[in-house]
């Protein structure tokens, strides 16, 4: 009983309200310490996207689980206090961006895309904001392979000018907006954040700020298509270039006889080894393609040129397989030091 009693309570776990604030103010942090210091892969800073991205994943388990947003009510059912959660999958698909791993970054802007399409999702089923949702992620290569396939003329031509202009008006329309919700944030955030906001305020903030990220996941998904097309393609061409070489396996050591005859005189004295008569070893190396005049490519025979540089290469050949056959005979029949008669007297 003494030892319970004398046992101190663990901190109570954090509240949502608490996992989004803690998690939205290192964001912030990392966001102003990058804008002065551009080295974002530095330790401290990648801590705090470590710790943000914690608060934030348990923020969403807990929005879920409470189930705070539903496809089947509309925008002003929602308390003007939980429209702030709705933050939630925007706010970790940023964080998640801010991670420093070479090895790893295709999956994290995947990852990344998802979260901001989920946030993208949840407003446009309550009808926040004008916009198209992009592409699903799974259709890009397949859009982008049929567009590569097309027949390249006037008309093609003409529907790619139109879509640029048409993309950006839209930027310009959606800078614009922008700027205008920015503007009235900073006249609302000073009453929100000092407690003096009545409810209508605090509404109108929240709103206000989701819409700023429409805008931002809209600008982000679009960077993140291309990243991934980059990273997909330096992906493949490391695939392509990567050498796919097969390790000879070692030969096994035997003995090189001159013949038959000789193969049966020293296979018997060693029976641990194989014999192999010169023949036999030329025909084996010829298979194997190691010989020194195997792998250079040979002219196709168009004429009496090729065919005798062709006739020549094969005296050659047969020429040191019998310098091979001779040198064994002359072995066989001279002792060793045969012709030495320096030391003799």
Request: hydrophobic letters at 35%; aromatic letters at 6%; glycine letters at 6%.
């Amino acid at each position: 009983m003494a030892d319970q009693d004398q046992r101190q309570p663990g901190p109570p776990p954090l509240r949502l309200p608490e996992l989004l604030e803690g998690g939205w103010r290192l964001l912030d942090e990392v966001e102003a310490g990058s804008a002065h210091e551009p080295s974002s892969g530095a330790v401290p800073v990648q801590r705090q996207v470590q710790q943000g991205l914690r608060l934030l994943e348990r923020a969403a388990r807990a929005v879920a689980e409470l189930q705070l947003f539903s496809h089947n009510e509309e925008l002003e059912e929602i308390a003007s206090a939980d429209l702030k959660f709705m933050l939630v999958p925007a706010l970790l698909a940023a964080l998640i961006l801010k991670q420093v791993s070479p090895d790893k970054r295709l999956e994290h802007v995947q990852r990344a895309r998802a979260s901001f399409m989920d946030f993208l999702k949840v407003c446009k089923d309550y009808g926040i904001g004008h916009f198209e949702l992009p592409q699903e992620s799974d259709h890009l290569d397949e859009d982008q392979s049929a567009g590569s396939s097309q027949r390249v003329g006037p008309t093609s031509d003409q529907a790619a000018l139109i879509a640029m202009a048409t993309n950006r008006q839209a930027k310009i329309e959606r800078y614009k907006q922008k700027k205008e919700v920015e503007n009235r944030l900073a006249s609302l955030k000073t009453s929100v954040d000092g407690g003096h906001a009545d409810e209508e305020q605090i509404r109108e903030y929240y709103l206000l700020q989701i819409k700023k990220w429409i805008s931002t996941s809209l600008e982000e998904i679009e960077s993140i298509d291309q990243e991934i097309a980059i990273l997909s393609r330096r992906e493949a061409l490391k695939q392509v270039q990567r050498p796919s070489t097969r390790a000879r396996p070692p030969m096994k050591p035997f003995i090189l006889t001159r013949d038959a005859a000789q193969a049966k005189v020293f296979g018997t004295g060693y029976p641990s080894l194989a014999t192999m008569t010169v023949d036999d070893w030329y025909e084996q190396r010829q298979k194997q393609g190691v010989l020194p005049d195997q792998g250079i490519p040979q002219r196709p025979a168009a004429g009496t040129e090729e065919e005798e540089e062709k006739k020549e290469e094969e005296e050659e050949s047969e020429t040191a397989v019998w310098r091979a056959r001779e040198w064994d005979e002359w072995k066989d029949t001279h002792p060793r030091g045969y012709g030495n008669r320096k030391n003799m007297g």
